[in-house]
């Protein structure tokens, strides 16, 4: 059982930047992959950012390439989401989530690949 906790959100004025934390409880955190994914009103939750386990290897989804960056401290059980160039169009609820997948190096597209998720926290951005 893992139990994640996100913080960081908040407002920020477009073009403005934020960093997102995840805390997780429990054991083996450093064999997890971890995602961020959104969620606004009236859209259906999407992938943002994932980091694989043992190579920690990122994959973005296009829409925040070269602008979102992922990293994690296994030594902190925590993921970050460092996020820059923020646009109106980037505010959602945010949600950390683990996936137990034990394909190295693979970082898992679809929600129904991850098995754990934390309570989201709002990013609102401003214009």
């Known amino acids: 059982q893992v139990h994640l906790v996100e913080s960081g959100g908040g407002l920020v004025q477009a073009g403005g930047s934020l960093r997102l934390s995840c805390a997780a409880s429990?054991?083996?955190?450093?064999?997890?992959?971890m995602g961020w994914f959104r969620q606004a009103p009236g859209k259906e939750r999407e992938f943002v950012i994932g980091?694989?386990?043992?190579?920690?290897?990122?994959y973005t989804a296009d829409s925040v390439k070269g602008r979102f960056t992922i990293s994690r401290d296994n030594a902190k059980n925590t993921v970050y989401l460092q996020m820059n160039s923020l646009k109106p169009g980037d505010t959602a609820a945010y949600y950390c989530?683990?996936?137990?997948?034990?394909?190295?190096?693979?970082?898992?597209?679809?929600?129904?690949?991850?098995?754990?998720w934390g309570q989201g926290t709002q990013v609102t951005v401003s214009s």
């Open positions: 989530a683990a996936s137990l997948v034990t394909t190295a190096g693979w970082v898992p597209v679809a929600s129904r690949e991850y098995d754990y």
């Open positions: 429990g054991r083996a955190f450093s064999s997890y992959t």
């Open positions: 980091i694989s386990w043992g190579s920690s290897r990122p």
